[in-house]
């Protein structure tokens, strides 16, 4: 039932939409209404709240709470819009506990400069380089589509993590423990890890509700890539109504089977016994008088091992950024089409001669420097503001915040865009 008033705000006029596109293929006359209706506020993730607690208390994982605590539980502001989804148990625990505002000030005053720094500053002088080119991405070069997909990594990043460092402090002054949604995701190395550090709430809960509900790994193999697939494919679809987001969900459903599928492989590779003879031919091996020739060759083979083990990781983490940027152009394109043309125009090289590159400007490399920092450096870099703060008088804390603060707001724009996960 719940799914149901989804199903009628949000995909109803898609599935009119394509229901009308049939019945004009098969010159089927028709005149099915489109609804001009207004979506209720936050009705994508106050559903899986609302499914998430049915689960639980179908499965006697929850008590039954009191009306009111459901109604706050539900309503509960500062996560409705976009998230993080918190579980039912832990909100009703840290909801009637006694030492529920035992909070960390200088905690939540990082969060708060965080999320104001990642939304107010950084997203916002990147949402001027996502706007036309995934739009009218013919009239750009190659090079200003690459940096404009490099863009939008990184703006729907520092958007969507600012958000849930506001909605985690304010959280945290209403009484709740942060819900972690954000763990340095551009660090993956592979994209079953990058799902376990990007939009970690809603991750666990597609995991939980969703794969393991479809039989998880417990049926074969066979049977896991699908219920892999078919976890990212509805999860895409979740996030809007159109073909793109289908295609983004399909797009990391089958990245996610080919990840597993390697894991499996290498996995029955060690697992396999050596035969006999391989047993037989190892000692052989190891008894006979070893040449220089051979030690200089194992020499080498040591060397090698050392190196690729060293940048083995950082070639998995380019390769997985790399494919989850690709990814990323179907999820911010208003349509499947616009998306093939801006793959089409990226790969066309010689349209770098034709046209002056337009977005080739030094503040936008430094913001890309500096969220990759934030990426990877960003935690320890506010655990030492946080012991700077705690460690200082209140006259050295005013001035440090009153600092931050004053940068924060200068380097801003005049005009702030919306939240990126307002729009699902």
């Known amino acids: 039932m719940n799914l149901s008033y989804l199903g009628f705000f949000k995909y109803y006029n898609f599935f009119i939409d394509s229901l009308q596109e049939i019945f004009n293929i098969l010159k089927i006359s ?23 607690h049915l689960i639980d208390s179908y499965k006697n994982q929850l008590p039954c709470p009191k009306f009111l605590d459901y109604l706050v539980y539900i309503t509960y502001f500062p996560q409705i819009a976009s998230g993080p989804i918190a579980r039912a148990k832990e909100f009703y625990q840290q909801l009637n506990s006694d030492e529920k505002y035992n909070y960390q000030t200088e905690r939540v005053v990082i969060l708060i400069i965080s999320g104001l720094f990642k939304k107010y500053t ?45 909605a985690n402090a304010i959280s945290s002054l209403l009484g709740f423990p942060p819900v972690p949604n954000f763990n340095m995701p551009y660090c993956a190395q592979s994209l079953q890890d990058f799902w376990r550090r990007w939009h970690i709430s809603l991750s666990q809960w597609l995991r939980d509700y969703l794969y393991i509900s479809l039989g998880g790994s417990r049926k074969g193999n ?100 790399s494919y989850v940027t690709l990814c990323w152009i179907f999820f911010n394109t208003s349509n499947w089409e616009t998306s093939l043309k801006f793959l089409q125009q990226m790969v066309n ?20 420097i500096i969220i ?22 209140l006259i050295l804390q005013t001035i440090l915040i009153s600092s931050l603060l004053y940068t924060v707001f200068r380097l801003g724009p005049n005009t702030v865009p919306p939240f990126v996960y307002f729009g699902f």
């Open 222 to 321: 066979l049977r896991k890539y699908f219920n892999l697939l078919m976890t990212m494919v509805i999860g895409g679809f979740w996030h809007g109504a159109g073909l793109n987001f289908l295609i983004w969900g399909f797009l990391h459903g089958i990245g996610l089977v080919v990840t597993h599928l390697w894991q499996d492989l290498i996995k029955n590779i060690k697992n396999r016994k050596p035969s006999h003879q391989d047993s037989l031919n190892n000692h052989i091996i190891v008894a006979s008088k070893i040449s220089h020739g051979q030690v200089f060759i194992g020499w080498l083979r040591f060397y090698f091992q050392r190196i690729t083990s060293i940048f083995r990781p950082t070639f998995a983490c380019v390769l997985t950024f």
């Open 30 to 52: 028709s005149d099915i209404q489109i609804l001009s209706v207004l979506v209720p506020v936050g009705i994508s993730f106050y559903t899986f709240r609302i499914i998430s």
């Open 349 to 368: 090289m010689s349209s770098n001669i034709e046209m002056r590159s337009q977005f080739n400007v030094w503040q936008l490399y430094i913001t890309f």
């Open 122 to 166: 950084l997203s916002s002088f990147l949402f001027n380089f996502i706007q036309s080119p995934f739009q009218i991405p013919e009239q750009y070069s190659s090079f200003d589509l690459i940096l404009a997909a490099l863009a939008y990594s990184c703006y729907i990043y520092v958007d969507f993590s600012g958000y849930s460092d506001l």
């Open 372 to 393: 990759f920092v934030m990426n990877f450096y960003g935690d320890k870099f506010s655990n030492y503001l946080q012991n700077i703060l705690a460690k200082s008088n």
